[in-house]
């Protein structure tokens, strides 16, 4: 008894061996030609995170813009900011009605969304 167990473990263990190995090799079965999901572009991460204060062309003019006080993104007082300032304020915050989204989106999509708010027109 012991034997033939010895024997069929003999067999077996290499297999499944071989088998994790192949497994891990090849990746877990999803198929590699799957295309990952689309990146959003910063227009649509505008259009998702900052629109509901700052409105569709960054004027703030929108309930809760107005009820926080949101700054207007196309006035000459924000578009002189430096980018590096505009970053810092995306990244981390401003005060207590604007939450910091660099963990959330990463510092190149926070990067993308200065550049994005510096397309609106000027007043």
């Known amino acids: 008894m012991v034997n033939r167990f010895t024997r069929v473990l003999g067999i077996a263990l290499p297999a499944v061996a071989a088998y994790l190995v192949l497994t ?4 877990t ?6 295309s990952p999901a689309p990146q959003k572009s910063a ?15 960054g004027s703030g003019n929108t309930a809760k813009g107005r009820k926080v006080k949101a ?6 007082e924000i578009q002189k900011m430096s ?10 915050g401003k005060g207590k009605d604007m939450d910091g989204f660099e963990k959330e989106l990463g ?8 550049a ?3 397309s609106f027109p000027k007043q």
């Open 116 to 118: 994005y708010c510096r």
């Open 83 to 92: 980018d590096a300032e505009l970053i810092k304020d995306v990244s981390e």
């Open 29 to 34: 079965g999803r198929s590699s030609l799957a």
């Open 24 to 27: 891990l090799a090849l990746g």
């Open 43 to 57: 227009q649509d991460v505008y259009l998702d995170k900052c629109a509901v204060c700052h409105a569709k062309d």
């Open 71 to 76: 700054k207007d993104l196309r006035s000459a």
């Open 107 to 114: 510092a190149d999509m926070v990067k993308q969304l200065v």
